[in-house]
């Protein structure tokens, strides 16, 4: 297994742990789906920013989703591999991008018995 | 051909790259904009680029790779002046190679509704400045 993490609000965490993440997913006042679901290695690197800063952002525009917190998953290596067989993200850089086409279908699949945990971001 | 249309060629060979990641991607793009005002924005299912001299194309990419490209640029703006940008949006500058004069001013959107990007190059460095660009038209 392959600890992922994914920053983002109580409410949308809380949400995507019961159903799995969803690309049709809107965010209010907003007019277009999520389409796929952003994560990183826990381990890191971070090119793209780490999952704390993406949390605060996201809970300081949505001051009423319960503040910033990290969604920890625990996903199979096979399920990451479909994410990172695009060259644009290898592994080594620490960037998981589930979309359609490339791991987003086989996450949603498999997401029920998936590990997971909300974590709350510290010094906000 | 001139030398625009040949720079948004170059920009499409670079995005169509199967062997670069985004980080490189990014790093390539900047020493790219050097010579060029580029602006890029996501319209539709497509991203469409425009290049100082009114030539527009439109790039061959996923989304999520365009929005990965901006993410980079908020990390790289915030490296040299921290919380100049935020992951969302916002505008800040970016020193290019081992010559601090040349400069490129990054401008960005990066939200679930718009993903738009102008990279132009700063004030007092080696190449001057060029206007804004309208990217729908006149076609």
Wanted: hydrophobic share 40%; glycine share 10%; proline share 6%.
């Amino acid at each position: 297994m392959i600890v992922v993490l994914h920053g983002t609000t109580r409410l949308r965490a809380e949400s995507i742990c019961k159903r799995g993440p969803d690309p049709d997913f809107i965010e209010p006042g907003g007019g277009v789906c999520a389409e796929g679901f952003s994560t990183c290695l826990a381990s890191g690197p971070f090119p793209l920013g780490t999952p704390q800063e993406y949390a605060r952002r996201k809970a300081e525009t949505f001051p009423n989703e319960g503040g910033p917190v990290i969604l920890l998953v625990e996903v199979p290596e096979e399920l990451i591999a479909k994410a990172v067989e695009d060259v644009c993200f290898p592994l080594s850089q620490g960037v998981i991008q589930f979309d359609e086409g490339a791991g987003l279908e086989e996450l949603c699949t498999a997401w029920v018995p998936l590990s997971k945990q909300i974590l709350a971001v510290e010094g906000v | 051909m001139n030398t625009t249309s040949v720079k948004l060629d170059d920009l499409r060979t670079l995005f169509a790259s199967t062997d670069i990641s985004v980080v490189e991607i990014v790093d390539a793009l900047l020493q790219r904009c050097r010579e060029h005002h580029l602006q890029f924005e996501w319209q539709g299912d497509r991203l469409r680029a425009c290049s100082g001299g009114g030539a527009r194309s439109d790039i061959p990419l996923r989304k999520s790779v365009f929005r990965a490209i901006l993410a980079r640029l908020a990390v790289l703006c915030n490296e040299r002046t921290p919380n100049a940008v935020s992951p969302y949006g916002g505008e800040g500058v970016l020193e290019i190679g081992d010559n601090s004069l040349a400069s490129v001013r990054v401008s960005f959107t990066n939200t679930s509704a718009e993903q738009k990007l102008e990279l132009s190059t700063e004030i007092g460095s080696a190449n001057a400045p060029h206007s804004p660009i309208n990217l729908n038209g006149p076609t």
